[in-house]
């Protein structure tokens, strides 16, 4: 595994970890919120983002209007059945969502969950690392790298973990700044 794969993955890993600190709820609207609700439509799993538009149209108010008008009743049970909490209103064409201010407790158990969402993504980080570093050794010990190259590789494998740890931890203290705000 070349420095540029391990990279590359740990990269991934850092996007993933910020698509799901994105999925947490603030005090404010957000319509990344409902990025991975999926609705029942025609007996096929649809992400909602492509069966309707959404938006915020205040800082308390998601709104979602269907690009088809029979599939509202869906959008409203997905919603009502998810975990998120939610009780959409319905007023036919277009169904709103307010978001109730974060109560101090709320806001403790969501920093808890982008604590796991953070360590998640470390142990995955540490993974890349372990398995790149198992093919230096391998490497090493059938003689197609020195002692010294085999060294070096681990500390630069090492040094880019160290990297992507280091920006996991910044958006994860940037994500429980914006949760601690009222």
């Given at each position: 595994?070349?420095?540029?794969?391990?990279?590359?993955?740990?990269?991934?890993?850092?996007?993933?970890?910020?698509?799901?600190?994105?999925?947490?709820?603030?005090?404010?609207?957000?319509?990344?919120?409902?990025?991975?609700?999926?609705?029942?439509?025609?007996?096929?799993?649809?992400p909602?983002?492509?069966?309707?538009?959404?938006?915020?149209?205040?800082?308390?108010?998601?709104?979602?209007?269907?690009?088809?008008l029979s599939?509202?009743?869906?959008?409203?049970?997905?919603?009502?059945?998810?975990d998120?909490?939610?009780?959409?209103?319905?007023?036919?064409?277009?169904?709103?969502?307010?978001?109730?201010?974060?109560?101090?407790e709320r806001?403790?158990?969501?920093?808890?969950?982008?604590?796991?969402?953070?360590?998640?993504?470390?142990?995955?980080?540490?993974?890349?690392?372990?398995?790149?570093?198992?093919?230096?050794?391998?490497?090493?010990?059938?003689?197609?790298?020195?002692?010294?190259?085999?060294?070096?590789?681990?500390d630069?494998?090492?040094?880019?973990?160290?990297?992507?740890?280091?920006?996991?931890?910044?958006?994860?203290?940037?994500?429980?700044?914006?949760?601690?705000?009222?």
């Amino acid at each position: 595994m070349s420095k540029k794969e391990v990279e590359l993955n740990m990269q991934k890993s850092v996007e993933a970890s910020q698509r799901n600190f994105n999925t947490i709820r603030t005090g404010r609207a957000n319509t990344s919120l409902l990025d991975r609700l999926t609705v029942e439509y025609y007996g096929s799993d649809t992400p909602l983002k492509s069966l309707a538009t959404i938006s915020t149209p205040d800082s308390q108010t998601i709104a979602i209007q269907p690009f088809d008008l029979s599939s509202i009743s869906l959008i409203e049970k997905a919603i009502s059945i998810s975990d998120l909490g939610f009780t959409p209103n319905n007023d036919g064409k277009i169904i709103r969502i307010n978001i109730p201010p974060l109560t101090e407790e709320r806001r403790k158990e969501f920093c808890k969950l982008a604590s796991k969402y953070a360590e998640e993504s470390k142990v995955a980080l540490r993974n890349i690392r372990r398995d790149a570093i198992e093919k230096v050794k391998l490497a090493e010990k059938e003689g197609e790298l020195s002692e010294d190259q085999s060294r070096d590789q681990q500390d630069s494998i090492q040094k880019i973990t160290d990297k992507y740890i280091n920006e996991i931890e910044k958006n994860l203290s940037k994500k429980e700044k914006e949760i601690l705000t009222v």
